[in-house]
């Protein structure tokens, strides 16, 4: 958003501009703001920004009602053979984001029952194994609960991280420069997160957004959130009819930098998902 002024005459006068996309072409709307600019903008800022997000709302409505109409065409093995492609991009770019050495092609050969020569055992465990929890995932039919999680992070390190798998942490931790909650907090902390995604009146899109932030901050196991969250991401996308969302390792650093507040981490993954799912379902 900027503020623009015009002459008329003698007169000048002040609006606030917003451009944005809609359709393939890009609109400017603008809220006229007076002969001097007020010194609290947020009301016009909220004009301007709810027709945004009714934009950005019919865009991901669009994308879901295409995807679906598309997915139900689809013979069962153009479906089976589509959800194994995903799990291998996603557990490829979901571990390799957390410093998997395994690269793409060494990642499809081992979900094919292949092997990785010169990769570490845990590398390779971790990979099988979350091809395991990503198909539990689409499958699960209970209700998102604190046990849930825990069980898909169990069997995403059980193999691995025996000490943490499946458990919340009962230490401190910081990531970067980010100090997490208190231990003693993320049994309380994770019910609120479980109680918010199952109860917020949101788009899907936004709300699988906002649950993966707040997951992140919460930092609720020793190691793996990252990959938990990324799962919790991808299954209310899931269960409510949208296709899902990787983040992709060349992407990593504009992602960890979109952690910095919840609105501008929800901005960032629906402008994401747009653009990701534009060419196929727009």
């Known amino acids: 958003m900027r503020i623009v002024k015009r002459k008329r005459g003698r007169e000048t006068y002040f609006y606030l501009q917003h451009s944005m996309r809609r359709d393939n072409k890009v609109v400017t709307r603008e809220v006229y703001l007076g002969k001097e600019i007020p010194k609290n903008l947020t009301k016009y800022k909220d004009v301007l920004e709810k027709e945004t997000i009714r934009n950005t709302i019919e865009k991901l409505e669009k994308i879901k009602d295409n995807f679906q109409k598309d997915w139900k065409n689809r013979p069962k093995s153009a479906k089976e053979a589509e959800l194994e492609s995903i799990a291998i991009a996603f557990t490829y770019n979901t571990n390799a984001i957390e410093g998997s050495k395994i690269t793409l092609p060494e990642t499809m050969n081992i979900l094919k029952g292949g092997f990785a020569p010169n990769k570490s055992i845990r590398d390779i465990k971790e990979t099988e194994n979350h091809r395991k929890v990503f198909f539990e995932m689409l499958t699960d039919t209970v209700p998102l609960s604190q046990n849930l999680v825990r069980r898909w992070h169990k069997e995403l390190f059980e193999e691995t991280k025996p000490d943490i798998a499946g458990v919340f942490r009962n230490y401190g931790v910081s990531v970067g420069g980010y100090l997490a909650p208190n231990w003693w907090e ?97």
Do not use: C
């Open 186 to 282: 993320v049994p309380r902390l994770m019910r609120e997160l479980i109680n918010f995604s199952n109860k917020a009146r949101l788009n899907p899109v936004e709300l699988a957004a906002r649950v993966h932030y707040r997951f992140e901050k919460i930092h609720p196991f020793g190691d793996g959130n990252g990959r938990a969250g990324r799962l919790l991401m991808n299954y209310l996308l899931w269960k409510n009819g949208y296709p899902m969302l990787i983040i992709e390792y060349k992407r990593r650093q504009a992602y960890y930098k979109a952690f910095s507040t919840e609105e501008g981490f929800k901005k960032y993954l629906l402008r994401l998902y747009i653009s990701v799912h534009k060419s196929g379902y727009l």
